[in-house]
């Protein structure tokens, strides 16, 4: 069992920055990749960000390139997401998941064996 639990939303304004941080605890020894997802009301859940375990490889969704950045903490098992220039359409709850199949930006939904609570994050105009 793997847990997951992030920390970091709030309420910012346009052009903002904000950290999210994701702590992995139990069996991370044998994960392969995380990544950030974020679904926004009525919307379906989508992509952001993916590391690998190593923190060697990432990949990004075409909405954040240029503005959010994803990196890993080894020693302490955690996974961030800076968030820069933030904009009103970021806002959304944003969850981080770990998989222990493959990194992959394309990997689905299903692919990810253990997700996280979310945390909201709301940008204001």
């Known amino acids: 069992q793997v847990q997951l639990v992030e920390s970091g939303g709030g309420l910012v304004q346009a052009g903002d920055s904000l950290r999210l941080s994701c702590a992995a605890s139990g069996r991370t020894a044998s994960m392969y990749a995380m990544g950030w997802f974020r679904q926004a009301p009525g919307k379906e859940r989508e992509s952001v960000a993916v590391?690998?375990?190593?923190?060697?490889?990432?990949a990004y969704a075409d909405s954040v390139k240029g503005r959010f950045t994803i990196s890993r903490d080894g020693g302490k098992n955690t996974v961030y997401l800076q968030m820069n220039s933030l904009k009103p359409e970021d806002t959304a709850v944003y969850y981080c998941?770990?998989?222990?199949?493959?990194?992959?930006?394309?990997?689905?939904?299903?692919?990810?064996?253990?997700w996280g609570r979310g945390t909201q994050v709301t940008v204001s105009s």
């Open positions: 590391i690998n375990w190593t923190g060697t490889r990432t």
């Open positions: 998941a770990a998989t222990y199949t493959v990194f992959s930006s394309n990997l689905p939904l299903s692919g990810y064996n253990y």
